[in-house]
């Protein structure tokens, strides 16, 4: 048996490794860029007193708004006014067919006629019943039934004419009065409908005092409430209207929140002014005066896990951090803060959406520009 020849392994030239390396390399991802430092506009806190404002949008609305339908139902025939008429008290909105009533009426006229036929003729028969049991010719017992038979037709004839006058009513009540002057608001029904009593026809703005209905959210319903009935309070700016803005009075408040809008519903009495029904109005009322409250732009305050925060810079380190704060108000393009921060801190004014927690910024400079050549 021939022995095996043994192999010898060599090493791999020097050139070869080197390839190798340099391959490998080239296939690995490269190092990220390190991120910009990101330029912030910020601000040093400074407290002070102010007192907050709330602005709302209202609408002007007559202080009576009724609908007005027929108390009987029918077959509408005709309506004389539309949408925006001015209308006055007494007159003539819509007519009813009066067919069926008016047969009603008739055979009512005709039921009272023949109970008072009945009655006159039974009363005829007591007088004479009367002079004949003087006479001796009846008893007692037949003149009571003569006596009774008067109180039945006495009880017929009542009824008949309350009958009468009731199925009078159910015949006017055909033509669709207004109670008062106001101006048409809203039509319901058209000609040719047939409506049940009730029905709405049309809705009438009454004359008279306007209000201004806004409505407040659940935050600042005791605010609202503390101005209740105080003279001049709110001020109302009507849209298109220049000038000083006409002041009202917060007359109602709801007790109950709206369950679609949570929102509850104020009316405000104006107390001067030349208002349109449904023009739109900005109510403003002052919030009660607050003493060492910070005002920071709108833009500095952002919300963070449902709370309105600020980012605070640290100058030691120029990093940034999220801080609490508590709004008490705005005031115009200001917020007014109450609580979360103190006087000398710096905050972040703008470029707050993009910061993170300990992010490195620095503070922005305004770029000087060249003089211009002469």
Not at 3 to 14: A, C, D, H, S
Not at 152 to 173: F, K, M, P
Not at 299 to 314: F, I, N, P, R, T
């Amino acid at each position: 048996m021939r022995p095996r020849p043994i192999r010898v392994r060599r090493p791999l030239p020097m050139a070869l490794g080197l390839s190798l390396l340099a391959l490998l390399a080239a296939c690995s991802k490269p190092a990220p860029a390190p991120e910009p430092i990101r330029a912030v506009r910020t601000q040093n806190v400074s407290t002070g007193s102010a007192t907050a404002q709330q602005e709302y949008a209202g609408e002007i609305k007559a202080r009576t708004e009724t609908r007005l339908g027929f108390r009987v139902g029918g077959k509408l025939m005709s309506r004389s006014v539309n949408l925006g008429d001015e209308v006055k008290a007494g007159q003539v909105i819509a007519q009813l067919d009066p067919s069926d009533l008016k047969l009603g009426q008739d055979a009512a006229a005709a039921g009272l006629r023949a109970a008072q036929a009945n009655w006159d003729q039974v009363s005829a028969d007591l007088k004479r019943y009367r002079e004949l049991f003087a006479q001796g010719f009846i008893g007692a017992a037949e003149l009571e039934r003569r006596e009774t038979a008067v109180k039945a037709a006495q009880a017929t004839l009542d009824q008949a004419r309350v009958q009468t006058s009731a199925q009078g009513n159910q015949t006017q009540y055909t033509r669709l009065v207004a109670d008062a002057a106001g101006v048409v608001t809203g039509v319901d029904a058209e000609p040719g409908t047939v409506v049940a009593a009730g029905t709405p026809i049309v809705r009438l703005a009454l004359s008279g005092a306007r209000d201004v209905v806004f409505n407040v959210p659940e935050d600042r319903v005791a605010s609202a409430r503390a101005l209740l009935k105080q003279p001049g309070a709110l001020q109302v700016r009507l849209w298109g209207a220049t000038g000083e803005p006409v002041r009202a009075t917060l007359r109602e408040l709801a007790a109950a929140a709206d369950p679609t809008t949570r929102t509850f519903v104020a009316k405000a009495d104006l107390a001067a002014g030349d208002v349109r029904l449904g023009q739109t109005a900005t109510v403003a009322f002052d919030l009660v005066k607050r003493d060492a409250v910070t005002h920071l732009p709108l833009a500095a305050v952002m919300e963070q896990g449902g709370k309105s925060v600020v980012w605070l810079l640290d100058a030691a380190t120029m990093t940034v951090k999220p801080q609490p704060v508590q709004i008490a108000g705005a005031d115009g393009n200001l917020v007014l803060v109450s609580g979360g921060v103190q006087a000398g801190q710096e905050v972040v004014t703008a470029g707050v959406h993009v910061l993170t927690a300990g992010m490195k910024v620095k503070r922005y400079v305004e770029p000087v520009r060249p003089a211009a050549s002469r």
